[in-house]
Nanobody
Framework: QVQLVESGGGSVQAGGSLKLSCPAS????????LGWFRQAPGKEREGVAG???????IYADSVKGRFTISQDNAKNTLYLQMNSLKPEDTAMYYC????????????????????WGQGTQVTVSS
């Protein structure tokens, strides 16, 4: 059974930090390419960051230099460290598995068969 369970969201002021965690079932984690997406009210879901089994990473331009994606293979857990948060980062954040890999050129496009977590809300106030 595939399971992804996000945690770590919350409310912070602009400039603050949060760290999201996503423990995954072994079946989800074994799909090699994982990532984080987000969806703000009234907007489409967008890719935030992706990571491959060899720890190669990719980021959306809007978060580059502020967010860091990482994984702990021993714990089957995906992380997203978010620093220098801005009000425009406010969104529901989703962990995802079975994604297109960072070097595919389409990592930000969820493929058929993608696995999603339930989401965790991040709210940044000015």
């Amino acid at each position: 059974q595939v399971q992804l369970v996000e945690s770590g969201g919350g409310s912070v002021q602009a400039g603050g930090s949060l760290k999201l965690s996503c423990p995954a079932s072994a079946s989800a984690y074994s799909t090699h390419c994982l990532g984080w997406f987000r969806q703000a009210p009234g907007k489409e879901r967008e890719g935030v960051a992706g990571i491959d089994i060899d720890d190669s990473t990719i980021y959306a331009d809007s978060v580059k230099g502020r967010f860091t994606i990482s994984q702990d293979n021993a714990k089957n857990t995906l992380y997203l460290q978010m620093n220098s948060l801005k009000p425009e980062d406010t969104a529901m954040y989703y962990c995802a598995a079975n994604l297109n890999c960072p070097d595919s050129g389409s990592w930000y496009v969820p493929p058929p068969g993608v696995y999603w977590g339930q989401g965790t809300q991040v709210t940044v106030s000015s």
